[in-house]
């Protein structure tokens, strides 16, 4: 019998599967996820292009659609995860025959489908409904900025994970660094006039160059494939930084003071 279960042990490939579906059913069970991830960067184009007319969409519609894939990897893989740490969830994964890297693998590849899924609703909304142009010879350079981009923050919000130090530490981390920053940003408004010293800032952080290598994918004033190699090695750079440290930092145990939160339901539970 021993020997039958092992011959039939799922792969690899198979278990990083059925954790990124896994992934994907707790994502759309829990709609204030959802919201803020989809429905808040959708609510804010139609509002700005309401508010600043159709013109505004070229600029706002692919800005709002970074911003939707960086909150779909960076904030919801920190949240996420620091969350499943506290709930002793990590620890019992590797109480378990699956190998911890399918897990985590799945729970990445998740946040970068949803990352993809947010984009393209909200270039598509652009597109449709607010003049927004589908510029052909720019989609090659849009969808290698997307990989390396969602790639970069997905290792960023790993690596908030791993630093973190409770699950309700968490969200404060990300909405403290991520939003700041997408004001520097060329996200949320257009830097043409801000002071040199915020620019340089703003030039820091791999949310800047994520947003003007895309956005510039979908100019229909700018000529040839529109491969922004410097910002795309910016982005690498964090990416490959952020990776590293969340590999040697990233903890499986809960804190003390979770796990005796945790100890206490537990407990109270079974009594």
Request: net charge positive; aromatic share 12%.
């Amino acid at each position: 019998m021993t020997t039958e279960m092992v011959g039939n042990r799922p792969g690899t490939a198979e278990l990083v599967w059925q954790q990124f579906r896994h992934q994907n059913r707790i994502f759309w069970r829990t709609p204030i996820a959802a919201f803020f991830t989809i429905g808040f960067p959708l609510m804010l184009i139609i509002l700005f292009t309401a508010l600043f007319g159709i013109e505004a969409a070229k600029f706002f519609t692919p800005s709002l659609a970074v911003f939707a894939a960086v909150s779909a990897t960076y904030t919801n893989l920190a949240i996420g995860t620091a969350l499943s740490r506290d709930n002793g969830i990590l620890k019992r994964i590797r109480g378990t025959p699956i190998p911890p890297t399918a897990y985590l693998a799945g729970r990445v590849l998740s946040g970068i489908y949803l990352a993809f899924i947010a984009i393209v609703l909200m270039m598509g909304t652009g597109i449709l409904f607010f003049d927004v142009d589908l510029v052909v010879r720019g989609l090659p350079a849009a969808f290698v900025t997307f990989l390396v981009g969602v790639g970069c923050f997905a290792a960023l919000g790993m690596l908030v994970a791993a630093v973190s130090p409770s699950g309700d530490a968490a969200p404060a981390i990300t909405n403290a660094s991520l939003l700041p920053i997408a004001f520097i940003s060329d996200v949320f408004i257009p830097l043409e006039d801000a002071p040199e010293w915020l620019v340089v800032i703003g030039n820091m952080f791999p949310l800047k160059p994520f947003a003007v290598a895309f956005r510039d994918s979908f100019d229909p004033t700018l000529s040839g494939a529109q491969f922004h190699w410097p910002e795309l090695a910016s982005m690498a750079v964090w990416g490959i930084v952020a990776a590293f440290l969340a590999v040697r930092l990233f903890k499986w145990e809960p804190s003390s003071g979770s796990s005796g939160r945790r100890g206490r339901r537990t407990a109270a539970a079974a009594d």
